[in-house]
């Protein structure tokens, strides 16, 4: 790599924020994928960035805006032998933040009280002292929520590709066994061919009758009708879903009328959040891009994440 | 005072979690107030203690269950010449806990998520970056809040009896400049004759109308009816209230209406969070009470709390 400036396409749309991210980056903006060799890709069309990169030789480089990337690793492009960087680790903050929101709003008993059109008798438990399990614990995300609980005091159970541990002692976990002492379960997990469906029937009846969930992640992580069942029958307490499968999740789907769970259409990272994190990435990238430096987020095609 | 076991009454009720706390305090329980050299006594009853202590010579201390003592301040028993505490600061964790699940709540738009049953439109504000005034940040609830906001990288301003200032540059700032400056402004002041209705069309007026107010501290702090119309006008985008005026807030007050307005049954501190806490406070107290040490949360008559 050299230390001229890139020359970058910015696509679908050339969005003003998205081209004044490159320009900041000293990035060159070309309107001819032919010449490029870098490209800012936003939004979920890889067909119509698969026509591009056909004629694109030159370029080397995709960044995305998404943080996760399933839907891309199953169209097979991360293996075309270019440099594929996503977003992930740029929204963690945001992320992160809602995943706590969520996390207190449940142990709070707030959507009860937010329908509520009477003083009700008191109910709520309190966040401090409990034991919450992170799964994705190693992604920006989850090292973000942990950052964010550790002023309660928590128990922090950690799960990623390497299992689960007690972050105190560092004690190995079987899932199971993590699910049974969680007091708060939070999905922070990448979704994969590992993390599809991981939450069934065996593991919400693992888990405490007094546990939350929280899904911050992917909806397909859960499967969504055993997750009904468990609201349904309180084999768990509650769930807050900011992503759901199907996602959006249509009206009159079951998980609207349960009172132990709460629905947010995705706006852990609302596009208002999005762009100003994304513009930082974009403009580091490019200066690493032209630097010939490591860049950030880069995806790993045989994980797909 | 001397090293021998203090002799306590509990009252009015001699709940058992109390004898536990008293006796771990190395506290002997009597039956008989004429005895007691010090006094535990929960609840609101003011006119039974004061009948109690007229016969109790040998009363040099009362412990009260709650941290607010406005009522108890107005019915001027803490100018008998005895030591009254009040569990101010015990309870800080449980209420600066909710305090902020309140803040994120009302930013990230849970009220209104939890009320629909479709896929609304994305909204929602992050916390992270933006700016919290604190009144009441020299009280524990204050000082609590701010050590769990810290990690959201917030600009705090602080108020407390010395004025308010900006908690980073020390600049010292009128209700009014502080109110235009706040993304979240946060009661956690005790209710006094200078904060009972310190929040009027004035106060709301010089607020941001993208700010949130949140109140946890005590109703009387904000003019109800004022509130009902700044939210009703959108003259500040949301409020969430653990404690109104009147308390508890009738059915079919116009603030139950109100769909900017998310209000919890006073469960900042609910019975069983408070029990533990309390507990700790009360064997804490003892124990020094018996040294001859100073109390925690000894109450200034002068002030009233």
């Known amino acids: 790599m050299s230390m001229h400036s890139p020359r970058v396409l910015i696509g679908p749309e050339v969005e003003p924020w998205l081209r004044d991210a490159v320009i900041d980056g000293d990035g060159i903006l070309v309107d001819d994928h032919r010449e490029a060799e870098a490209i800012v890709w936003r939004g979920s069309d890889h067909r119509r960035l698969a026509d591009l990169l ?171 009708d055993a997750l009904v069942q468990a609201l349904d029958s309180g084999e768990i307490a509650a769930a807050a879903l900011d992503v759901t499968d199907p996602e959006p999740l249509p009206a009159g789907h079951p998980l609207w009328s349960l009172e132990n769970c709460l629905v947010t259409p995705h706006t852990a990272n609302t596009p208002e959040m999005l762009k100003p994190q994304l513009a930082r990435r974009i403009t580091e990238n490019l200066r690493r891009f032209a630097a010939g430096a490591p860049l950030l987020g880069v995806v790993d095609a045989a994980k797909g994440y």
Do not use: C
């Not at 199953?74 to 809602?98: C, I, M, N, P, Q």
């Open 54 to 224: 056909a004629e694109a030789p030159d370029v080397s480089w995709i960044q995305l805006g998404a943080a996760g990337t399933d839907a891309w690793a199953a169209s097979g492009l991360f293996h075309d032998g270019r440099v594929w960087t996503s977003a992930k680790g740029a929204y963690s903050e945001a992320v992160g933040e809602h995943a706590l929101a969520l996390t207190l709003a449940l142990l709070r008993d707030l959507p009860r009280f937010a329908g509520a059109a009477r003083w009700l008798p008191k109910s709520g438990r309190m966040l401090f002292d409990r034991t919450v399990l992170v799964l994705g614990s190693e992604g920006g995300i989850g090292q973000e929520l942990i950052r964010l609980l550790t002023p309660f005091r928590v128990n922090i159970l950690s799960g990623g590709r390497g299992g689960i541990s007690d972050a105190t002692t560092g004690a190995p976990l079987t899932l199971e066994a993590a699910l049974g002492r969680a007091d708060v379960v939070v999905i922070a997990t990448a979704l994969t061919s590992e993390t599809r469906g991981l939450f069934g029937p065996a593991q919400f009846a693992a888990m405490q009758r007094t546990a939350v969930l929280v899904n911050i992640a992917r909806g397909a992580v859960v499967d969504t």
